[in-house]
T-cell receptor, first 116, second 115 residues
């Protein structure tokens, strides 16, 4: 069965620090998708990235970067030079291509607090 | 881009009554819709998956007679919380997808409070 683990429940940093949010996943499928979402206090989910299992290239988007390592089943997310506006709960999620309609399963979430 | 509209955004109801939440895909046809529940400080827990014209598939531990899901068209799915109780108070959020290989578009969520 698919599973996502975000071991860090809460992280607190000071503005301009770099911070990495960890994500470890489990799946038996060879084709799957990994996601990161941001959830601000309003509750709405903000899509950040989708990565398929055949693409292990790391990705950078502005201050955000993602490191996908199939060998360790990890998909970590780094925010460089964090800002107060980055404060939110971040979720890592996994969907298996061929399983049960492709349901999306979330990790427990990491609450990031960036202090000025 | 793909947009999903979810209504109402907030609802307060009395214990024992039923509440219906709507989820509409505005600019695409959603073959599959998902319903999640999120308690404070917790993750999004998948409740059920519904495909247009079929019965919903519920996750283990979710009472299908209590949480009625209808996906009658390719653009609309509804979740009805029947005989609501205070413990059903939660944040409910829907997600829609065109099909395999496509991304997931989320509604803005419904905060349900049962008093």
């Amino acid at each position: 069965a698919q599973k996502v683990t975000q071991a860090q429940t809460e992280i607190s940093v000071v503005e301009k620090e770099d911070v990495t949010l960890d994500c470890v996943y489990e799946t038996r499928d060879t084709t799957y998708y990994l996601f990161w979402y941001k959830q601000p206090p309003s509750g709405e989910l903000v899509f950040l990235i989708r990565r398929n299992s055949f693409d292990e290239q790391n990705e950078i988007s502005g201050r955000y970067s993602w490191n996908f390592q199939k060998s360790t089943s990890s998909f970590n997310f780094t925010i460089t030079a964090s800002q107060v506006v980055d404060s939110a709960v971040y979720f890592c999620a996994l969907s298996e291509y061929g399983n049960q309609g492709g349901k999306l399963i979330f990790g427990q979430g990491t609450e990031l607090s960036v202090k000025p | 881009g793909a947009v999903v509209s979810q209504h109402p955004s907030r609802v307060i109801c009395k214990s024992g009554t039923s509440v219906k939440i709507e989820c509409r895909s505005l600019d695409f046809q959603a073959t599959t819709m998902f319903w999640y529940r999120q308690f404070p400080k917790q993750s999004l827990m998948l409740m059920a998956t519904s495909n247009e014209g079929s019965k919903a598939t519920y996750e283990q531990g979710v009472e299908k007679d209590k949480f009625l899901i209808n996906h009658a068209s390719l653009t609309l799915s509804t979740l009805t919380v029947t005989s609501a109780h205070p413990e059903d108070s939660s944040f409910y959020i829907c997600s829609a997808r065109r099909g395999q290989g496509y991304g997931y578009t989320f509604g803005s969520g419904t905060r349900l409070t049962v008093v």
